[in-house]
């Protein structure tokens, strides 16, 4: 496989992206990887309308990595104003996890942070419980902040979000 791109992802990108980002996370196929919720939750991870929202967004890129037409993976930052943005839906195909190419998404990630928005700090949340996930942002020089957040949608058992931030300095 060549070097896979990182750009901004457009419209037609999405369909394809979508199918990966589901894999990625959520059903069978996500146990390929190692970053999967599928012993956390079931159902859909995001759908078409949500994607469409983040590009339509101002405030919001959503990054997407490629080789050749195929997606591989992606990553959203969020401008969240006074120096701070948001990072999520960072997501490699889980058959190419632990290849470098979730690294090389953050960093773009971090960079367009600082170089579009003027960010000095990123800003993500993981579940609690995914130990090994924030151990991997720690490593990347995510700080674990004493904030925790309730996971966006009601789930039995309820599942809490750590807050994790990184200086962009």
């Keep these: 496989m060549s070097q896979p791109i ?9 369909p394809r992206l ?25 159902g859909a991870r ?5 994607l469409d929202a983040i590009l339509a967004d101002p405030d919001a890129r959503l990054l997407i990595a490629l080789n050749g037409d195929s997606p591989l993976g992606c990553v959203q930052v969020t401008n969240r104003a006074d120096g701070l943005c948001y990072l999520g839906l960072l997501c490699v195909e889980p058959l190419l996890q632990t290849g ?3 690294k090389r998404l953050l960093e773009a990630a971090e960079s367009l942070a600082r170089d579009t928005f003027g ?7 993981v579940i609690d419980s995914r130990v090994e996930l924030i151990a991997y942002y720690e490593r990347r020089a995510y700080a674990r902040t004493p904030e925790r957040r309730d996971f966006p949608i009601l789930v039995t058992p309820p599942l809490c979000m ?8």
């Design 6 to 14: 990182i750009r901004l992802a457009t419209p037609s990108d999405l």
């Design 18 to 42: 979508h199918a990966v980002i589901e894999r990625a996370y959520r059903g069978e196929a996500a146990r390929a990887g190692w970053t999967h919720e599928g012993d956390l939750l079931e």
């Design 46 to 50: 995001t759908d078409a309308a949500t």
């Design 100 to 102: 470098g190419l979730g």
């Design 119 to 125: 960010a000095s700090a990123m800003e993500m949340t």
């Design 162 to 169: 750590t807050v994790l931030v990184k200086s962009l300095r």
